[in-house]
């Protein structure tokens, strides 16, 4: 597709005049009246929050795993996964120190799409993200099959840039970004809860940014 980034026949815009953008920047609606949650700030830059740093990886080696009570194991290569059916949304993100970015336009995978290939058994209950900096970080199945839960591998029309979390991560607009595990590595699916990086050390577990839900 070719255009000039002006809306198209679906309604949608367009990045690079290629893809439609899902607009998903009225989440908070169902949540409250205020887009911005309480106790945030807006800011126009993107901060780099990590617990340890940017690890390096190769992109001839990368694998992205699904692995734990799923039907079939699943590796990509890097480039098999940008392969994959893909969507670009427009989401919000926000971190528990207290600072929000609006229209974060991120381009990737969706939950579903993964949960599908993989087929999952009846009892799982829980997903635990695992990264390439050793974090890791829970969510429930029911919580990963929101609108918005994305593999990214792309941001603002680019590459997600390395200190963002590429080649991949994970994005959670209902939630504070803690809960989206940068350079994510995999997915492990498990029918008891297991508590990630952040969750053991005292932030929420259910981190639903309208409630303020930052320490548990
Ligand atoms: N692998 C990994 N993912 C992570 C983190 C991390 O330290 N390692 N930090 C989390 C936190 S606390 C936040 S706020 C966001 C920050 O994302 P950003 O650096 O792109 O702003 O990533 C989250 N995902
Ligand atoms: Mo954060």
Not at 101 to 111: Q, S
Not at 153 to 177: E, M, S
Not at 200 to 216: I, V
């Amino acid at each position: 597709m070719t255009g000039s980034g002006a809306s198209d026949a679906a309604g949608g815009t367009e990045v690079d005049g290629e893809t439609d953008v899902e607009d998903l920047t009225g989440l908070y609606r169902q949540y409250g009246d205020d887009r911005l949650p309480p106790g945030q700030r807006e800011t126009d830059r993107f901060p780099v929050l990590s617990k340890s740093g940017t690890p390096s990886w190769d992109a001839e080696t990368f694998a992205f795993e699904v692995w734990g009570a799923v039907d079939e194991p699943l590796a990509y290569s890097l480039s098999e996964f940008r392969e994959l059916p893909a969507v670009t949304q427009r989401q919000d993100f926000h971190c528990v120190t207290g600072w929000s970015r609006f229209d974060c336009a991120f381009t990737g995978v969706e939950f579903a799409e993964i949960v599908d290939r993989a087929g999952i058994g009846d009892d799982v209950d829980h997903v635990l993200f695992h990264a390439l900096d050793g974090y890791t970080t829970n969510l429930s199945l029911e919580e990963c099959a929101r609108d918005g839960v994305l593999f990214a591998y792309g941001f603002d029309g680019d590459d997600l840039p390395a200190d963002h979390g590429g080649p991949i991560r994970v994005v959670t607009p209902h939630k504070y970004a803690y809960k989206g595990a940068k350079w994510v590595s995999g997915v492990e699916f498990l029918s008891e809860k297991e508590l990630g990086y952040w969750e053991k050390r005292g932030y929420s577990d259910t981190a639903n940014p309208w409630n303020e839900e930052r320490y548990s």
